[in-house]
Nanobody, 122 residues
Framework: QVQLVDAGGGLVQAGGSLRLTCVVSGRAVSGSAVGWFRQAPGKERAFVAGISYISMTLYADSVKGRFTISRDNTKNTVYLQLNNLKPEDTAVYYC????????????????WGQGTQVTVSS
């Protein structure tokens, strides 16, 4: 059974940083694509960043240069470093895993974490 536990959210002032973690069990992150999505109130869930099994990374334009996704295969964990946070980054952040390549479409991901809230104050 594949399980994802995402954590690390919190309340931070604009310009601050957070690091989100996604601990995966039941599936090796080294052989999977792992992505981060976010959903703000009243909006659809949107792609934020992804890392493929060959360590290729993709980012949404809105977070390029501020967010960094990385992976620790020994801990079967994926991280999302959030720097220079803005109020518009406020959302629930979810990690997800799938076989194959990274997709922006959230319906194509197979397993999801429960979400972690990130709130950025101005």
């Amino acid at each position: 059974q594949v399980q994802l536990v995402d954590a690390g959210g919190g309340l931070v002032q604009a310009g601050g940083s957070l690091r989100l973690t996604c601990v995966v069990s039941g599936r090796a992150v080294s052989g999977s694509a792992v992505g981060w999505f976010r959903q703000a109130p009243g909006k659809e869930r949107a792609f934020v960043a992804g890392i493929s099994y060959i360590s290729m990374t993709l980012y949404a334009d809105s977070v390029k240069g501020r967010f960094t996704i990385s992976r620790d295969n020994t801990k079967n964990t994926v991280y999302l470093q959030l720097n220079n946070l803005k109020p518009e980054d406020t959302a629930v952040y979810y990690c997800a895993v799938r076989s194959g390549v990274i997709y922006y479409n959230d319906t194509l991901w197979e397993h999801w974490g429960q979400g972690t809230q990130v709130t950025v104050s101005s």
